[in-house]
Every structure is written in C-alpha cells, then in structure tokens.
C-alpha cells in the first residue's frame, strides 16, 4: 500500500510538471472590465501583446465592463483555474469593490490568485472650458457658493472616490453623474453636460494638451513629468492627506496551479520592462513596478484597507 501511494503522488507530480511546463498550447483569454479605450484597456492590451511574446500563445483581450468592473472580475472569479482566463485588475475590482458594493458575487479576498502588478497612473482633475475657474482653489470657492451645483462624471472606482474625496476634504458638496465608460464621460464633459471630470491621464491628457478642456489638478502626492505645470491637489488647496492613484495588475481564478501562476508572473514582468512599452506609456504618467505574485498579495490587502478608509472619510455609501 505504501508502494502504491508513493507511486501515486510521484506520478501525480510528474503530471502537474508536465502541464505546467506545457502551458499554455491555446490561447489564453484576458478579461478588461472596462470599456474599450479606457486606461485598463488600453495598458491591458500593451501588456498582453507583450506577452504573447513570451508565452508563444496569443492573448486574446475582450471587454467586458459594468458595475465598477464588478462584471468582468466576477468571470473571471468562476473561470476554470486553468491559466487561460486572467483578469487585467485594478484598484476597482481588487480593493474598493468590496466597501462600495453591498454585496458582491465572490469573496474579493479569497476568489482570485494574484499574477502580478503591472503599474500605476494618477488622475487629472479636470473641467469643461466654460467653467468659471481657473485653478482649483477657484473650484472649490464656486463650489461653496452653490452647493450642489457643480456637477461631475464618474465611470470608474477611482473617479467617483477621488471627486468624493475631493469635496469632502474642501468641504463643498458636488452631484455625481455616473457613466458606464470613461470615454463617455469625456465627451460629456467635452460637451459640457458635466462640469468637472476627475480620471486617468489615458483619458484627460491629450484633452488637456489639446485645450479642449482644462486641467486643474494632479492626484497624487508628487507633480508628474508627463505636465509638471500642473501642481498637486495637496498644493493647490494647501491639504496634506489628499491621494488617490490608479492601478493596474493582473489576477488568475483561485486555485490556478503555482506553476502557471510562475510562468504568468514572469511574462507580466517581461512586458513590464519591454522599454517600447514604458516609452509608450511614460508620456500618460504611467509607472511601471515588476513584481512576485506574493508583493501583489500584500499590496492587495494593503490597498483594500486603504480604499476602505477612503471610502468611509468620503462618506460613499455601499449600494
């Protein structure tokens, strides 16, 4: 008997190897829970491309938005974990989800088994040219003189908690419009059917280089060289605490074997240091950061506390 399980567990072993070493032989499908064009689009299908180079096997990118990525993540959440259904996540799907939603259709902690992190980008606070204010500071001041009055456009996690946020540290109060897409939202606010739209430079730099529309601020903590004119919301309101950066990394289905989730790991770092890809992104403010599937697990739990603090000081109740 004891022959006969140890033989078992050697052969059980060998063919795990061998599936790991022979993965992948199809393509392999990543799921962006976004609209086509959005940052995560645009970043996902770099990387995936880059990865396909690495892997021998294309990767196939489709779209699959709605509900703050809620839809896309959760199929991937039910996917076989197999390899060949990865999720391009963000700080959407793998950390705020679990405080703005209720409930949700899997376990945020436990669904997903972490690939790698791909990078990061701040967000521009931007405004439709026929705003009256030229800075922030002029924002916030029309924005105390007519609560309620200024209105702007969210699609995404980060939009709708970077804006609350922002009202909520200047102490003026602001109507949220949501959209289903940050493209939307921007010919909206080109339009001006919204007044303010906070979201990632993919999305509002070109505008603002344009003129097209004006942008007011940067969220993060450090002015960006991608328009270093622009200052940070700390110095244009003269706050210490305000931060909000989006992120991207990539996730498989819970129980993907440890040998794929290695070799994942390693293409995503590959496509990470590609210099063609740092140069393409560099110019929106992107940052890379190559890292161990275990880094992504910590970074997820830090970021899903630190979302969830946001979320609580921004007073945004789950829905």
């Not at 080109?190 to 344009?210: E, H, I, N, R, S």
């Not at 942008?215 to 244009?236: D, Q, Y």
């Not at 210490?240 to 794929?260: C, S, V």
């Not at 630190?306 to 979320?311: R, S």
Request: some cysteine.
């Amino acid at each position: 008997m004891k022959c006969k399980s140890i033989l078992f567990l050697a052969v059980a072993s060998f063919s795990l190897a061998a599936f790991g070493q022979a993965y992948p032989n199809k393509p392999i499908k990543a799921i962006v829970p976004f609209a086509a064009g959005s940052a995560t689009d645009q970043i996902g299908r770099a990387f995936a491309a880059k990865m396909s180079e690495t892997l021998g096997q294309v990767i196939v990118v489709e779209n699959k938005a709605g509900v703050n990525g809620m839809l896309g993540a959760d199929a991937v959440a039910k996917a076989a974990p197999d390899g060949y259904t990865i999720l391009i996540g963000t700080n959407s799907t793998n950390a705020a989800l679990k405080s703005l939603m209720k409930k949700l259709p899997y376990d945020q902690d436990t669904a997903f088994a972490p690939l790698g992190y791909m990078g990061s980008v701040p967000l521009i606070v931007a405004v439709n040219n026929d705003v009256p204010a030229k800075t922030l500071r002029e924002l916030v001041t029309l924005g105390k003189t007519k609560p309620g009055h200024l209105t702007f456009a969210s699609a995404s996690t980060s939009q709708l908690v970077s804006s609350e946020m922002l009202a909520n540290m200047a102490g003026i109060e602001m109507t949220n419009v949501p959209y289903k897409s940050g493209p939307a939202a921007m010919t909206d606010l080109l339009g001006g059917q919204v007044m303010m739209f906070t979201a990632d430079f993919a999305v509002t730099l070109p505008q603002v280089k344009a003129g097209k529309i004006r942008g007011l601020a940067v969220t993060s903590t450090k002015r960006s060289p991608a328009i270093p004119e622009l200052p940070t919301v700390n110095e244009a309101l003269g706050l210490k605490d305000y931060e909000l950066i989006a992120y991207f990394a990539m996730f498989a289905p819970a129980g993907t074997p440890p040998e794929i989730v290695a070799k994942l790991n390693q293409a995503i770092n590959a496509a990470a240091q590609s210099k063609d890809l740092q140069e393409k992104f560099s110019p929106i403010g992107f940052v890379v950061e190559p890292g161990t599937p275990e880094a992504l697990a910590q970074r997820s739990r830090l970021e899903t506390a630190k979302w969830a603090k946001a979320i609580r000081d921004a007073k945004i109740e789950p829905q």
